[in-house]
């Protein structure tokens, strides 16, 4: 397969943004706005906590999933009293989770989700400039085992497998006369497999009623090479088309989950404190064979993003025998600053809001249904054009995603 360079930031706008981090990877994921580490039990603990696979009934035990993502417009108001919408987009994603029973002491589980991506798209001139349309697809493949240090502590490590995929399209116009002129053009796509590893802790009291947890997934480095093509204005040749080698590497931040959940009656109560290290990515540097096209498009691009903090709760209710219900809240804090922020990346801090509920068909079998709503704050911008050494100032509005998940748990 040909491999093309992702420039100008396809993956600072989807992989490596706040928004379209995507944490709810399960029903009970996303029913509870990812607050579930201390209390991950079932076949998404091989996701969430896997450490939790060896307190689970000794049962080999499956969940399958799919999400639906519909992401809202987002608008920016423009100084000038213009205003620019993205695109909706709607995705459905299959995720798969496994832990099996005990072997010899040991829990083995695995989970194939979809960690970050999704896309981003403008037509209006300006922003289409830097993101006329920005998409990517990761999948992530993390095997993972567990034992018993003690009756109360377990250990888990994992093993992950991230492929990724992802096109890049921008459309840079200039003014001639009242006239919209084509100053460059790019349509990129590119793919990457890359690894690292993941590892989890946890603490179960004696009656199970209370559960501590600590989770770290490592950072991987994103690793994409092959060719850039395109064309560019010369003010004395005219339009010169491009089609040169490239590469450059981008961090996928490592992640810290501390997690602790309380069992009061028929009710459970977790807290989950989510730290992301997004102060790795520093600057978006590509690299090009051709000096010309390297001059244009491969001065590095200031990030200088910030560690954030994302702050969940989420309480489980066994309403009877058949019936759980859950609820979940989280706050989200935006990695990009004032001075790095563009249309790739319009994100802001945000309130998170979900729901779901399970029911046991019978012992082997449960269904289960589940929703999340994101609320983005609005934002003030000032976005430079760095290739026509220009900047818009506006508001970033609106904006959000809407998410519904539907599967069924099977152990045996």
């Known amino acids: 397969m040909k491999k093309t360079i992702i420039l100008s930031g396809v993956l600072a706008a989807t992989l490596f943004a706040g928004g379209y981090k995507i944490p709810e990877q399960s029903l009970s994921g996303m029913a509870l706005s990812a607050a579930n580490v201390a209390n991950a039990h079932g076949a998404d603990a091989a996701y969430y906590n896997p450490a939790n696979m060896v307190f689970n009934e000794n049962k080999n035990s499956f969940e399958i999933l799919a999400t639906y993502i519909h992401l809202n417009k987002i608008k920016f108001n423009n100084i000038n009293g213009e205003t620019y919408y993205s695109r909706k987009e709607n995705f459905i994603l299959p995720q798969l989770h496994f832990s099996s029973k005990e072997h010899n002491g040991w829990r083995y ?8 991506g999704l896309s981003k798209r403008w037509d209006d001139v300006i922003p289409e400039a830097g993101a006329k349309e920005f998409t990517l697809k990761t999948m992530e493949i993390n095997p993972v085992i567990a034992r018993k240090i003690t009756n109360n502590i377990s250990l888990a490590l994992g093993l992950r497998f991230v492929k990724s995929e992802g096109i890049a399209n921008v459309l840079g116009m200039q003014d001639k006369g009242g006239t919209a002129v084509p100053l460059y053009s790019e349509y990129l796509n590119g793919d990457s497999f890359d690894k690292g590893w993941n590892i989890a802790l946890s ?11 600590a989770t770290f997934r490592s950072r991987i480095y994103l690793s994409l090479s092959g060719d850039a093509s395109g064309y560019y204005l010369n003010p004395q040749k005219g339009y010169i088309p491009f089609n040169t080698p490239g590469k450059v590497t981008v961090p996928l931040p490592a992640t810290l989950n501390i997690a602790v959940a309380k069992k009061f009656g028929k009710s459970t109560l977790e807290f989950v404190f989510d730290k992301t290290y997004w102060s790795t990515y520093k600057k978006l540097d590509f690299d090009f064979a051709d000096p010309t096209v390297n001059y244009l498009f491969g001065t590095p691009i200031d990030k200088h993003w910030k560690n954030a903090n994302t702050y969940r709760i989420g309480l489980t209710h066994q309403c009877n025998d058949k019936l759980t219900a859950m609820v979940g809240y989280a706050y989200d804090e ?10 790739s990346l319009p994100d802001s801090d945000k309130h998170i809001f979900s729901g779901g509920i399970k029911y046991k068909v019978d012992n082997k079998l449960t269904i289960g249904f589940s929703g999340l709503v994101t609320k983005q704050k609005t934002r003030s911008a000032k976005i430079v054009d760095r290739i026509k050494k220009s900047y818009t100032i506006g508001k970033f509005k609106d904006g959000g995603a809407v998410l519904f998940a539907a599967g069924i748990d099977y152990s045996f």
Request: proline letters at 10%.
């Open 334 to 343: 935006t990695p990009v600053p004032d001075k790095t922020i563009d249309f």
């Open 109 to 116: 589980g695995l989970s194939i989700t979809y960690p970050a």
């Open 203 to 213: 603490y179960v009291n004696d009656d199970r009623s209370l559960k501590m947890a």
